[in-house]
């Protein structure tokens, strides 16, 4: 699905026209993968546009730059507000955000050090990245026959450019297969997370989900998930879960800013089930909270003036 356009994107400082927004051939990202980026979004409130915990979005795009020798030329609080004006002068009341920090144009080679590094946020809207049939009635994920990378391989801490390759290759593997999601193994047989999302399972009324040190990415909504959860009086655990663990769940869904909260109806052609309790309640306290409805996380917010 096309990228819809909108007015203007925030580059290097500077808003700009969206096809003015443009970097040389020999960046140094575009070869090596040499970039850090964020996924973030923007809801529909009745006090306008508000951001999702916008600062931990920018704070984890700084530990993702330090991981990679790279300073970025911005603070996050000078990233947290541009990116409010660009969603201002694209007069968005909803949308989908991506700040990017790459290394430009300046020497070839895998010592990026002397390429400059710079910085763009884009924005536009975009809907429920596995679809709203998805998120009502859950989707078919199979496991992947690519392995997640462990932590020895790359800065796995990192949201990076260069590690999504082989989230990429699970992607298409398991879609050209029929399926709507991959999940992810590491070389150990421990599950991970989905091709973009992380994963939760509940069994006997507790939820589950790898811990960071198995290989996923500590996910802004993963995070929210243990959050409610605790306000919710579930019990939630982090733990190392293999295989097996999926197709005997009593619930399965997988979290991230661009799908949200999305069950799993169905794993490896072993029916789960329709959404349960469980995930139905974190669904809808999840969109209480983003939508500005629920005081008690009242603060994630940040609301954009127009």
């Known amino acids: 699905m096309p990228i819809p356009e909108v007015d203007k994107i925030w580059m290097n400082g500077k808003l700009v026209p969206w096809d003015e927004a443009r970097?040389?051939?020999?960046t140094h990202a575009?070869?090596?993968?040499s970039g850090v980026f964020e996924?973030?979004?923007?809801?529909?409130?009745e006090r306008g546009a508000a951001v999702f915990r916008l600062t931990e979005h920018m704070e984890r795009l700084r530990r993702s730059a330090k991981l990679y020798y790279m300073e970025l030329p911005y603070t996050v609080a000078e990233l947290a507000q541009a990116t409010k004006d660009v969603i201002a002068a694209n007069g968005l009341e909803a949308c989908?955000?991506?700040p990017i920090a790459y290394r430009g144009y300046g020497e070839m080679g895998l010592n990026p050090l002397h390429s400059p590094v710079e910085a763009v946020i884009a924005v536009w809207p975009w809907g429920a990245y596995l679809g709203d049939e998805g998120v009502r009635h859950g989707i078919r994920a199979k496991v992947s026959s690519i392995q997640a990378l462990g932590h020895t391989q790359l800065a796995r801490a990192a949201k990076a450019t260069?590690?999504?390759?082989?989230s990429i290759l699970a992607k298409i593997e398991v879609t050209n297969a029929g399926y709507d999601e991959a999940i992810m193994l590491d070389a150990a047989g421990r599950v991970c997370e989905g091709s973009g999302e992380n994963l939760?399972?509940?069994?006997?009324?507790?939820?589950y989900t790898p811990f960071p040190a198995?290989?996923?990415?500590?996910?802004?909504?993963?995070?929210?998930?243990l959050r409610l959860a605790a306000d919710e009086g579930l019990e939630a655990r982090e733990r190392t879960l293999v295989r097996s663990d999926l197709v005997v769940a009593d619930e399965l869904f997988l979290t991230g800013t661009a799908a949200e909260i999305v069950p799993i109806r169905e794993v490896d052609d072993h029916v789960i089930g329709d959404p349960g309790p469980v995930t139905r309640r974190i669904q809808?306290?999840?969109?209480?909270l983003v939508e500005g409805r629920d005081a008690a996380f009242a603060h994630f917010l940040d609301y954009v003036e127009a």
């Open 30 to 33: 575009l070869h090596y993968g």
């Open 39 to 45: 996924g973030i979004r923007a809801y529909k409130t």
């Open 214 to 225: 198995d290989g996923v990415l500590e996910g802004i909504t993963r995070d929210t998930v």
């Open 200 to 207: 939760f399972l509940v069994r006997d009324g507790v939820l």
């Open 162 to 166: 260069g590690q999504y390759l082989n």
């Open 284 to 288: 809808h306290r999840y969109r209480e």
């Open 96 to 98: 989908y955000i991506r």
């Open 23 to 26: 970097i040389h051939v020999l």
